[in-house]
């Protein structure tokens, strides 16, 4: 859920919290933002999917690539493998 819900009866985390469940897309880390910027893509999920996307490639392969997060915030390799250690990291997608 987004921090800050458009739907009636709707919550917003707790300061501090981290909205792993917003909506995110994984991206080449070299992308130029522009209008066209959300064609390009590679694949979306949530922000948690896309951090255990990145994490699940070779060391050496993730710096290719950043995950741009709900609310126009991009996360290189290096800060989404720190959020995967997060202590309240999702370790699986429920279901």
Known sequence: MADHPSTSGGETLKTGETAWND????????GADGVFDGGKALS??????????????????????????????????????????????PAQDPG
């Not at 909506?23 to 070299?30: G, I, M, N, Q």
């Not at 999920?45 to 710096?63: D, K, N, V, Y």
């Not at 290189?76 to 309240?88: R, T, V, W």
């Open 23 to 30: 909506r995110a897309a994984l991206h080449p880390a070299d």
């Open 44 to 89: 979306r999920g949530t922000f948690a999917e896309m951090i255990r996307h990145l994490a699940s490639l070779p060391a050496e392969t993730r710096r290719n690539y950043a995950i741009e997060k709900a609310g126009d915030r991009r996360y290189s390799a290096d800060e989404a493998m720190a959020l995967a250690s997060h202590p309240d990291f």
